[in-house]
C-alpha cells in the first residue's frame, strides 16, 4: 500500500493548528490508514493508505482530510479555478499513442523543499496506483516561467527531437533516452511498437516532457519556482482528469492559485473542471445497511467529517463530492463514508454466543493442491481481475461465446462484464510483460462465469521462443495425473488454436477444458510477438462438492 513521509511540523502548518501527536495517532488510522514510526514520536512521520483513496496520497491530501475529520473545517473544500491566456494544442497524432491529456497552471506557490518532496512522491504514488505504472497516466511538474506557450501536444519521430532531460547535461534524442536513461529502460515498453512518441513543445519548440518517461531539464521545479504547470497523459481520460485534480488541489493547499488552461483538440475545453459530483442517498436505506438509527442531522455531520458537502430534505441526503475523490462511485461509498464519519467505534452488536471451528471447503483444498502442482511444474501463480470485455474473451481469443454477466454502467470499456474464461486474462498479463526474458510460464486458479453461474477454472500459458504441441499437452497431461484426473483428448476445432494443435480433454464423458498451441491470428490481436501455448480446466468439473474429492 502506498506510504507517504512527511514531518509533523509540516502537516500542523497544512492543517492551520497544531494537533497533538495523541490526536494524530488516534484519528489517522481511523480514516484508513496506518502510521509507522509512532514510538517517541519524532519529527519525521510515515503513514500507510489504502490503495482507494489516493487523494490522502500525500500530506497536503491528509491534512484537507483532517481538517474535516477534527472538524476544523468539515464538509466539502472549494477551489477557485481563474482563468489564463495559456493555450495547449493536443494534436491528432497522439491519438494512435497516448490520446488523453488534462493541464493546469498553479501561480503564486512558495516552493519548499517539503513541497518538492511531497510533490514527488505523490506523482510516483498516483504512477503506481491509478497510473499503472505510468501506463493509464503519467504527471509532469514544470517551472512555468522557464517556457513560453502556447504549448503543444503532439506525436514525433524519436529522431526528430532532441533535449537535455531532467538530472541531465546532454542532449539526447527520444530512441538515446529510452536506451541510456534508466527511467527510459523502465517505461520503454509503453511505447513499444510506436513509430511516434508523444512530446510537450513550448512556442520556441523547447520541450517540456516525452510523456510517460522524463521531463525536460529546462523546466525542473526548484525553491525558486513560483508558477507550475501540471500536465498529465494517458490511455483513461476519466483517470487522467482525476489525477490532474488531486494534484493541483495539493499545491493548492500549499497557498497556489488554480488556473485552468484552454485545449484545442478538435473542439475547444478548459482544464481543470474541479467540478463535484451529486448523489442524493435515503437516510433510511443508508442506517438498514449499517444498522445504525441515525437522524438525517447525525447523518449529514458524520459525512461532512469526510471531507464531502451534504443537504437533508426528509428522507434523502443530496451529497456533493469532491473531484479528488476517485473511490466514490456509488451510494454505497457514501454509506461507508458515514460509517467512517461516525465512528467505527461506535458500533455495538451482540457477542457470538456459540464458538465453531472451521476447516478449508473442497473447492480450496483441492485449488491448494493445483497451485503445488503448477509450481512444481515451473509455472508462477498470478491473479487477475474477474471483470473483462467481450472483445477480449471472444473476439480475440477466438473462443466460443457464452452467456457474460455485464456490468451495469462500466468505469471503463476494458470492464465491461464478468469473464467467460481464464485465458485472455493471462493473456493480458503476457502483453504487459513482452519485454521481459523468456520463457514465461504463468497460472491462475479462479472464478469464471458461464449463464451467471461462476465457477473454478484452472489455466496455465507459456510463452517461449518455440512451442510445441507436445510439450502443452505433456504439460497438460502432468497436471491430470497429479490430480487423479482420468482423461482422454479429441481435436478442437476452436480458432483459439493453429489448426490440428488444439484438443478438448474429457473426463468421465464430459467436456473439462482444452489446451493447444495459440494461432498467429490470436497472438496478433493481443499484441504479443512470441508463440504461445496454454490448457484450461473447468475445476467444477472433476471435484466432487460433497465429499470434497475427484469424482
Given at each position: 500500500?502506498?506510504?507517504?513521509?512527511?514531518?509533523?511540523?509540516?502537516?500542523?502548518?497544512?492543517?492551520?493548528?497544531?494537533?497533538?501527536?495523541?490526536?494524530?495517532?488516534?484519528?489517522i488510522?481511523?480514516?484508513?490508514?496506518?502510521?509507522?514510526?509512532?514510538?517517541g514520536?519524532?519529527?519525521?512521520?510515515?503513514?500507510?493508505?489504502?490503495?482507494?483513496?489516493?487523494?490522502?496520497?500525500?500530506?497536503?491530501?491528509?491534512?484537507?482530510?483532517?481538517?474535516?475529520?477534527?472538524?476544523?473545517?468539515p464538509?466539502?473544500?472549494?477551489?477557485?479555478?481563474s482563468?489564463?491566456?495559456?493555450i495547449?494544442?493536443?494534436?491528432?497524432?497522439?491519438?494512435?499513442?497516448?490520446?488523453?491529456?488534462?493541464?493546469?497552471?498553479?501561480?503564486?506557490?512558495?516552493?519548499?523543499?517539503?513541497?518538492?518532496?511531497?510533490?514527488?512522491?505523490?506523482?510516483?504514488?498516483?504512477?503506481?496506483?491509478?497510473?499503472?505504472k505510468?501506463?493509464?497516466?503519467?504527471?509532469?511538474?514544470?517551472?512555468?516561467?522557464?517556457?513560453?506557450?502556447?504549448?503543444?501536444?503532439?506525436?514525433?519521430?524519436?529522431?526528430?527531437?532532441?533535449?537535455?532531460?531532467?538530472?541531465?547535461?546532454?542532449?539526447?534524442?527520444?530512441?538515446?533516452?529510452?536506451?541510456t536513461?534508466?527511467?527510459?529502460?523502465?517505461?520503454?515498453?509503453?511505447?513499444?511498437?510506436k513509430?511516434?512518441?508523444?512530446?510537450?513543445?513550448?512556442?520556441?519548440?523547447?520541450?517540456?516532457?516525452?510523456?510517460?518517461?522524463?521531463?525536460?531539464?529546462?523546466?525542473t521545479?526548484?525553491?525558486r519556482t513560483?508558477?507550475?504547470?501540471?500536465?498529465?497523459?494517458?490511455?483513461?481520460?476519466?483517470?487522467?482528469?482525476?489525477?490532474?485534480?488531486?494534484?493541483?488541489?495539493?499545491?493548492?493547499?500549499?497557498?497556489?492559485?488554480?488556473?485552468s488552461?484552454?485545449?484545442?483538440?478538435?473542439?475547444?475545453?478548459?482544464?481543470?473542471?474541479?467540478?463535484?459530483?451529486?448523489?442524493?442517498?435515503?437516510?433510511?436505506?443508508?442506517?438498514?445497511?449499517?444498522?445504525?438509527?441515525?437522524?438525517?442531522?447525525?447523518?449529514?455531520?458524520?459525512?461532512?467529517?469526510?471531507?464531502?458537502?451534504?443537504?437533508?430534505?426528509?428522507?434523502?441526503i443530496?451529497?456533493?463530492?469532491?473531484?479528488?475523490?476517485?473511490?466514490?462511485?456509488?451510494?454505497?461509498?457514501?454509506f461507508?463514508?458515514?460509517?467512517?464519519?461516525?465512528?467505527?467505534?461506535?458500533f455495538?452488536?451482540?457477542y457470538?454466543?456459540?464458538?465453531?471451528?472451521?476447516?478449508l471447503?473442497?473447492?480450496?483444498?483441492f485449488?491448494?493442491k493445483?497451485?503445488?502442482?503448477?509450481?512444481?511444474?515451473?509455472?508462477?501463480?498470478?491473479?487477475?481481475?474477474?471483470?473483462?470485455?467481450?472483445?477480449?474473451?471472444?473476439?480475440?481469443?477466438?473462443?466460443?461465446?457464452?452467456?457474460?454477466?455485464?456490468?451495469?454502467?462500466?468505469?471503463?470499456?476494458?470492464?465491461?462484464?464478468?469473464?467467460?474464461?481464464?485465458m485472455?486474462?493471462?493473456?493480458?498479463?503476457?502483453?504487459?510483460n513482452?519485454?521481459?526474458?523468456?520463457?514465461?510460464?504463468?497460472?491462475?486458479?479462479?472464478?469464471?462465469?458461464?449463464s451467471?453461474?461462476?465457477?473454478?477454472?484452472?489455466c496455465?500459458?507459456?510463452?517461449a521462443?518455440?512451442t510445441?504441441?507436445?510439450?502443452?499437452?505433456?504439460?497438460?497431461?502432468?497436471?491430470?495425473?497429479?490430480?487423479?484426473?482420468?482423461?482422454?483428448?479429441?481435436p478442437?476445432?476452436?480458432?483459439?488454436?493453429?489448426?490440428?494443435?488444439?484438443?478438448?480433454?474429457?473426463?468421465?464423458?464430459?467436456?473439462?477444458?482444452?489446451?493447444?498451441?495459440?494461432?498467429?491470428?490470436?497472438?496478433?490481436?493481443?499484441?504479443?510477438?512470441?508463440?504461445?501455448?496454454?490448457?484450461?480446466?473447468?475445476?467444477?468439473?472433476?471435484?466432487?462438492?460433497?465429499?470434497?474429492?475427484l469424482?
Amino acid at each position: 500500500m502506498p506510504v507517504i513521509n512527511f514531518k509533523y511540523s509540516d502537516l500542523c502548518d497544512l492543517i492551520g493548528k497544531k494537533v497533538s501527536e495523541e490526536i494524530l495517532v488516534e484519528k489517522i488510522p481511523l480514516i484508513g490508514a496506518d502510521m509507522h514510526h509512532i514510538e517517541g514520536f519524532t519529527e519525521d512521520l510515515s503513514v500507510e493508505f489504502f490503495p482507494d483513496r489516493p487523494d490522502l496520497f500525500s500530506v497536503e491530501g491528509l491534512a484537507r482530510a483532517l481538517r474535516a475529520f477534527l472538524d476544523i473545517e468539515p464538509g466539502l473544500k472549494k477551489y477557485k479555478v481563474s482563468g489564463s491566456d495559456c493555450i495547449v494544442t493536443v494534436d491528432e497524432s497522439v491519438r494512435d499513442v497516448r490520446p488523453c491529456f488534462a493541464c493546469a497552471i498553479v501561480k503564486g506557490l512558495n516552493v519548499t523543499d517539503d513541497l518538492i518532496r511531497s510533490m514527488m512522491e505523490l506523482q510516483e504514488k498516483l504512477h503506481m496506483t491509478i497510473g499503472r505504472k505510468r501506463n493509464k497516466i503519467a504527471i509532469g511538474l514544470h517551472d512555468m516561467d522557464k517556457v513560453r506557450p502556447p504549448f503543444v501536444y503532439t506525436a514525433v519521430r524519436p529522431s526528430e527531437v532532441s533535449f537535455v532531460p531532467l538530472n541531465g547535461t546532454e542532449k539526447m534524442d527520444l530512441n538515446e533516452i529510452l536506451r541510456t536513461l534508466d527511467k527510459g529502460k523502465d517505461y520503454a515498453h509503453l511505447l513499444l511498437g510506436k513509430e511516434r512518441y508523444p512530446i510537450i513543445l513550448d512556442k520556441n519548440n523547447d520541450v517540456l516532457s516525452f510523456p510517460p518517461i522524463i521531463n525536460g531539464a529546462l523546466t525542473t521545479v526548484t525553491t525558486r519556482t513560483k508558477n507550475i504547470f501540471i500536465d498529465v497523459t494517458g490511455n483513461d481520460q476519466k483517470a487522467v482528469k482525476g489525477a490532474l485534480d488531486i494534484v493541483a488541489t495539493a499545491l493548492a493547499e500549499r497557498g497556489g492559485k488554480i488556473h485552468s488552461v484552454k485545449l484545442i483538440n478538435g473542439s475547444s475545453e478548459y482544464s481543470p473542471v474541479l467540478t463535484e459530483t451529486e448523489v442524493t442517498i435515503s437516510v433510511s436505506e443508508c442506517n438498514k445497511f449499517l444498522g445504525l438509527g441515525l437522524s438525517g442531522k447525525e447523518m449529514k455531520k458524520a459525512i461532512e467529517r469526510m471531507g464531502v458537502s451534504a443537504s437533508v430534505k426528509g428522507d434523502n441526503i443530496k451529497v456533493s463530492i469532491p473531484p479528488t475523490r476517485l473511490d466514490m462511485m456509488h451510494k454505497v461509498d457514501v454509506f461507508e463514508d458515514v460509517a467512517i464519519g461516525y465512528g467505527f467505534e461506535k458500533f455495538g452488536g451482540p457477542y457470538i454466543s456459540q464458538q465453531t471451528s472451521g476447516k478449508l471447503d473442497s473447492n480450496s483444498s483441492f485449488s491448494d493442491k493445483m497451485r503445488t502442482v503448477m509450481i512444481g511444474l515451473g509455472f508462477t501463480e498470478v491473479t487477475t481481475l474477474t471483470l473483462s470485455n467481450p472483445k477480449d474473451e471472444f473476439e480475440r481469443s477466438g473462443l466460443p461465446e457464452k452467456v457474460s454477466t455485464s456490468v451495469k454502467n462500466p468505469i471503463t470499456e476494458d470492464h465491461t462484464c464478468l469473464r467467460s474464461y481464464l485465458m485472455p486474462s493471462l493473456m493480458r498479463i503476457l502483453r504487459h510483460n513482452k519485454h521481459r526474458d523468456l520463457p514465461q510460464k504463468i497460472f491462475e486458479i479462479g472464478f469464471v462465469s458461464d449463464s451467471h453461474i461462476t465457477t473454478p477454472h484452472l489455466c496455465g500459458m507459456v510463452a517461449a521462443s518455440r512451442t510445441s504441441f507436445t510439450e502443452i499437452k505433456s504439460i497438460t497431461e502432468a497436471v491430470a495425473r497429479e490430480m487423479g484426473i482420468e482423461y482422454k483428448v479429441s481435436p478442437c476445432a476452436y480458432r483459439t488454436f493453429i489448426d490440428g494443435r488444439g484438443a478438448f480433454i474429457f473426463s468421465k464423458g464430459e467436456n473439462i477444458g482444452f489446451f493447444g498451441e495459440l494461432s498467429p491470428k490470436v497472438i496478433t490481436d493481443y499484441e504479443m510477438t512470441h508463440p504461445v501455448m496454454m490448457f484450461e480446466i473447468d475445476v467444477s468439473k472433476v471435484i466432487d462438492e460433497k465429499a470434497g474429492r475427484l469424482f
